[in-house]
């Protein structure tokens, strides 16, 4: 258990909708990385950010946007969503930095876009 | 920009046979390099990093990895594969600066055989 919490688990919805996904970090962490992972693209970095600010963007589509709370728990909302959105969306926590660094990963939202 | 490449997307062993999985990576700035392993169904767990200092880097359960500069590589070895190793392998790597995202390389699925 890496103590970062992802829920739901598991999500099924239709085209055209809006999930959010929501994360917390492990106790203490104040950054939070959240990926997508697909079959056809493989893990991909999406955006991060660091104590309630966004602090690098990735790949991520402009209908997708996350927010981190004064609590530090984030949430990552997809609108607008399609097919190929359907994948393993993964929040990471990290306290530090450079070579001290270290991302733990939480056990991820499967999403299913019908 | 960095980028990781992982040879071989299926590696097959024996139970208690050397596991090698490789990973080559490309920066133009020292890197960091992790390895995680993820179960089925489950969230990335980390292996093990490599910063700067010993080039050899043990990680949890047996593995280990060597950074070599000249040849930009970062392998993992196992010296006995145990069917619990079982799992796909992610090589990572992270520069320092403004963002610290991790570029992951495609995945490596170990099967290990009786």
């Known amino acids: 258990d890496s103590g970062v919490t992802q829920t739901p688990k598991h999500l099924i919805t239709a085209t055209g909708q809006r999930v959010t996904l929501r994360c917390s970090p492990r106790s203490g962490d104040l950054s939070v990385y959240w990926y997508q992972q697909s079959l056809d693209q493989g893990l991909q970095f999406l955006i991060q950010?660091?104590?309630?600010?966004?602090?690098a963007k990735g790949n991520i589509l402009e209908r997708f946007s996350a927010q981190q709370f004064p609590d530090l728990h984030s949430e990552l909302n997809l609108s607008s969503l399609e097919l190929g959105d359907s994948a393993l969306y993964f929040c990471?926590?990290?306290?530090?930095?450079?070579?001290?660094?270290?991302?733990?990963f939480g056990p991820g939202t499967r999403l299913l876009v019908l | 920009a960095q980028s990781v490449t992982q040879l071989g997307s299926h590696v097959s062993v024996s139970e208690g046979a050397l596991v090698l999985l490789r990973c080559n990576y490309s920066s133009s700035v020292p890197p960091y390099l992790f390895w995680y392993v993820q179960y089925p169904n489950q969230g990335l767990q980390l292996l093990l990093k490599?910063?700067?200092?010993?080039?050899l880097v043990k990680g949890i359960n047996g593995f280990e990895a060597e950074f070599k500069k000249s040849e930009t590589s970062f392998h993992l070895t196992k010296p006995s594969a145990h069917m619990s190793d079982a799992a796909e392998y992610f090589c990572a790597v992270k520069v320092t600066g403004t963002a610290s995202k991790l570029t992951f390389g495609t995945g490596t699925r170990l099967q290990v055989t009786l």
């Open positions: 950010y660091y104590n309630g600010e966004e602090r």
């Open positions: 990471a926590s990290s306290v530090g930095w450079g070579g001290q660094e270290t991302q733990y």
């Open positions: 490599y910063t700067t200092g010993a080039t």
